[in-house]
């Protein structure tokens, strides 16, 4: 079993930043492709940003230049930091991976989803 285990999510307001981590555990071989995905109420869940496992990244455009993924290999973990945030960022984030387990195959995994709200 694969589990993924988020945190770092809560209110913040309009300009200000958050940083969420994911940590994934189990019987892992490897991981390949990591990221940050968000929901808002009412619309589809939607890419935030993505990292491979040799650190080329790929964000939304919505989020360029204010929102950086970054992974450490050593411990299985993605982070997200989120600056600058915008009301519009309000969603649930939840977290994705591409998990090689040891009883074979690749597969992609979800965390359960933490809530970032942005407000004044």
């Known amino acids: 079993q694969v589990q993924l285990v988020e945190s770092g999510g809560g209110l913040v307001q309009p300009g200000g930043s958050l940083r969420l981590s994911c940590a994934v555990s189990?019987?892992?071989?490897?991981?390949?492709?990591m990221g940050w995905y968000r929901q808002a109420p009412g619309k589809q869940r939607e890419s935030v940003a993505r990292?491979?496992?040799?650190?080329?990244?790929n964000y939304a455009d919505s989020v360029k230049g204010r929102f950086t993924i970054s992974r450490d290999n050593a411990k299985n973990t993605v982070y997200l930091q989120m600056n600058t945030m915008k009301p519009e960022d309000t969603a649930v984030y939840y977290c994705?991976?591409?998990?090689?387990?040891?009883?074979?195959?690749?597969?992609?995994?979800w965390g359960q989803g933490t809530q970032v709200t942005v407000s004044s």
């Open positions: 994705n991976a591409e998990v090689h387990t040891i009883a074979g195959g690749w597969n992609h995994y």
């Open positions: 189990g019987s892992i071989f490897g991981i390949n492709v």
């Open positions: 990292i491979a496992s040799g650190g080329i990244t």
